[in-house]
């Protein structure tokens, strides 16, 4: 499964890195998320709380809005000490709210995605809130903390998550400033 979990990564930096060469890059900017993630599992999950890699691609459609494809492995270990290869999928909606203070900038976070472990697969929802820290011009440091609903359980059984990594932005050169730093 770990060979897996790498063809895939791989191809999302590629997939990055080849959409960011083509003209769609001069509408906006296309960046790759290299990262961690923890989650802590609802009680109802009988799993372990976890840390595993993370990796996306998103295009940054304006100085407020951008859409991202992600995805993280985790290996939680269950009640009986066996690790369950968990592989989550989703897509995001982020949006930077407020101007820009200094270099930090808050934003909420929202999607759809999917979560396969062991013989289970749900449809989820995440909602969540962030900072961004623009290191350099194409380079942020990037963290939130996200509520995880899935749909397939009843109302109330929540994961949490915090996500970090590094944004790396390609394509144009004029991407759009974040705001509140002129």
Do not use: C
Not at 5 to 21: C, E, K, W
Not at 111 to 137: C, H, M, P, S, Y
Request: hydrophobic share 40%; proline share 3%.
């Amino acid at each position: 499964m770990k060979y897996q979990t790498a063809l895939r990564y791989v191809f999302l930096f590629s997939l990055g890195s080849t959409l960011s060469q083509t003209a769609w890059a001069d509408a906006g900017q296309f960046y790759v998320v290299p990262g961690i993630q923890w989650m802590d599992f609802d009680n109802s999950l009988n799993l372990d709380d976890e840390w595993g890699a993370s990796a996306g691609i998103g295009f940054q459609a304006s100085d407020r809005l951008s859409f991202e494809l992600s995805t993280f492995d985790l290996d939680p270990s269950d009640q009986t000490g066996t690790d369950i290869d968990l592989d989550h999928y989703r897509l995001d909606v982020l949006y930077d709210i407020g101007d820009a203070i200094g270099n930090w900038q808050p934003f909420v976070v929202g999607g759809v995605g999917n979560t396969e472990f062991g013989d289970f697969n749900d449809t989820l929802g995440n909602l969540g809130a962030g900072l961004k820290w623009q290191i350099r011009d194409d380079l942020q440091w990037r963290t939130a903390v996200r509520s995880y609903h899935f749909l397939g359980r009843s109302f109330g059984d929540n994961d949490v998550g915090i996500d970090t990594g590094l944004v790396f932005f390609f394509g144009s050169s004029d991407r759009p400033a974040p705001r509140g730093n002129d």
